[in-house]
């Protein structure tokens, strides 16, 4: 048996790209090793959507190719956004690479590998002058980013636990932001049919996942490319007839994007989570012009407060881009008065990074790295001081937690509420008196907060609040 082990980087949408390529090698034998010590082959998943996120990519690969030059290693493939943005520069200077794979050609990770493999095996049977010239065969599969792979509903190996999972409903995005590379390595906005997405949830919920988790670029323009119609709604209200599934979050929500019939499924069905993550990245009208986005101050405001009329219990996240190019002190000081008022739940903030091949990289006004930097830190630290008056209020409250684990050296279970995405929100910490389950969605009384993260007690049935 071939083991094969598998790095994946980036975002949670890459992930799903991972564990699709997982089910496909699963599924022809290969088997998942925990080191690289133990692997025939590597995969890397790579991102590059921003600097930080490159050069993770990179030092992983190189870290990789390491085992390749040593001789332990047989075959080092390397997928995802790096590989299709980089692939000319990854096969001149990473010669231990042996084949990049697109954004949409992971569904070949099987033939390649295998051909790979099968290569190197041949190697040991030829003369050292033969075996020179078949390593150098490098293979590029890279298709039309356009490309909208098989959505193989039934192939995944889920990662992220086995009670939580991620749907990706789309692939590619046709904003165009000025800062943003994603459509020239993800390509034009592509839904999955909605009857393919209806069946991998359904084999998701039958493998014991409660929770679903919507993902693409863009999630709410679902269905425009193929039925001509916001399908979102709809699609929501039939993943809420599957057995199994309690939660369904929605990622990735354009403000501009959002419907009064999105509102009033959310308002309706009960699985749906009172939860949105809204990525806006400004305030300021002049800088969102500049960005390519389509809304404005006023806008963001109105839907902020529809919201908050609509659903009082929802939680809002959002994420912001400081030193964007030409951005003023001023411009940032009303950035952060919104913020001030605006007062959202959750949020996250990153500094402008500047990509090859994006208009903003080319604009004037360029900002200081260590500027972009103090600017996130105190728009940081004011939303530290809003999310603490936030969790601190919901003392005394009666919670449903999503428990993901146990911490032995504390004796405490740790887990999350509605209120908390995975990754990038906060948890809370359970103290329990029988023992509980991952996975496990438990009735808790919150005792304490922090700034990001809840403390509670476990609610037995003699305990409910009359």
């Known amino acids: 048996m071939k083991n094969v082990l598998f790095v994946s ?32 082959a590597i995969v890397v998943n790579t991102c590059c959507f921003i600097h930080d996120a490159k050069e993770e990519s990179i030092e992983t690969i190189l870290e990789m190719a390491e085992w390749k030059k040593k001789g332990d290693l047989r075959a080092l493939i390397v997928t995802g956004c790096m590989a299709q943005r980089y692939q000319d520069e990854i096969q001149q200077e990473i010669p231990e690479v042996d084949a990049v794979i697109g954004t949409t050609g992971y569904t070949e990770i099987v033939s390649i590998l295998d051909e790979v493999l099968d290569r190197t095996e041949s190697l040991q049977e030829v003369s050292p002058e033969e075996a020179v010239t078949q390593e150098k065969s490098f293979i590029n599969c890279c ?83 193929c039925y001509g119609r916001k399908a979102l709604p709809e699609l929501l209200t039939k993943l809420c007839e ?31 989570c009172h939860y949105l993550d809204i990525p806006i990245q400004h305030s300021e009208d002049t800088i969102l012009k500049r960005m390519g986005r389509r809304t404005n101050r006023a806008e963001l405001i109105s839907l902020v407060e529809k919201l908050r009329k609509e659903i009082p219990d929802i939680v809002l996240r959002t994420t912001l881009i400081t030193g964007f190019p030409g951005e003023t002190e001023e411009e940032f000081n009303n950035m952060v008065d919104f913020v001030d008022k605006m007062e959202f739940d959750r949020l996250g903030v990153f500094p ?7 208009k903003a990289a080319e604009m004037d006004g360029q900002i200081p790295e260590d500027i972009k930097e103090s600017r996130r830190d105190e728009i940081m630290a004011l939303q530290q ?5 936030k969790e601190e209020r919901r003392i005394g409250q009666e919670m ?42 438990v009735p808790v009384r919150i005792t304490g907060a922090n700034e990001y993260d809840l403390m509670g007690d476990v609610i037995y049935a003699d305990e409910f609040t009359e």
């Open 9 to 40: 980087l980036g975002c949670d949408k890459n992930l799903v790209d991972s564990e699709k390529m997982l089910g496909l090698l699963n599924e022809a034998g290969y088997r998942v090793a925990q080191e690289e010590s133990e692997a025939d």
């Open 143 to 225: 298709p039309s980013i356009d490309l909208l792979p098989d959505s193989l509903a039934d192939k995944r190996v889920v990662t992220t636990g086995g009670y939580t999972a991620y749907l990706k409903i789309a692939e590619g995005c046709n904003k165009r932001c000025t800062y943003c590379i994603i459509p020239y390595i993800r390509g034009q906005y592509r839904s999955f049919p909605m009857e393919d997405l209806l069946q991998e949830a359904k084999n998701l919920a039958s493998n014991g996942v409660k929770e679903l988790i919507l993902i693409a670029q863009e999630t709410t323009v679902y269905g425009m490319d």
């Open 242 to 272: 599957i057995e199994g599934i309690e939660w369904i979050r929605i990622l990735y929500c354009y403000p501009e994007e959002i419907t009064d019939e999105l509102i009033a499924v959310m308002k309706k069905e009960k699985k749906v």
């Open 352 to 358: 402008y990074s500047a990509e090859e091949g994006t």
């Open 385 to 389: 001081e809003i999310s603490a008056e």
């Open 400 to 441: 449903s937690v999503l428990i993901e684990g146990y911490l032995y050296e504390d004796d405490i279970y740790i887990g999350r509420t509605y209120m908390d995405a995975p990754k990038v929100d906060g948890n809370v910490f359970v103290r329990a008196e029988e023992e509980l389950i991952s996975g496990d969605i």
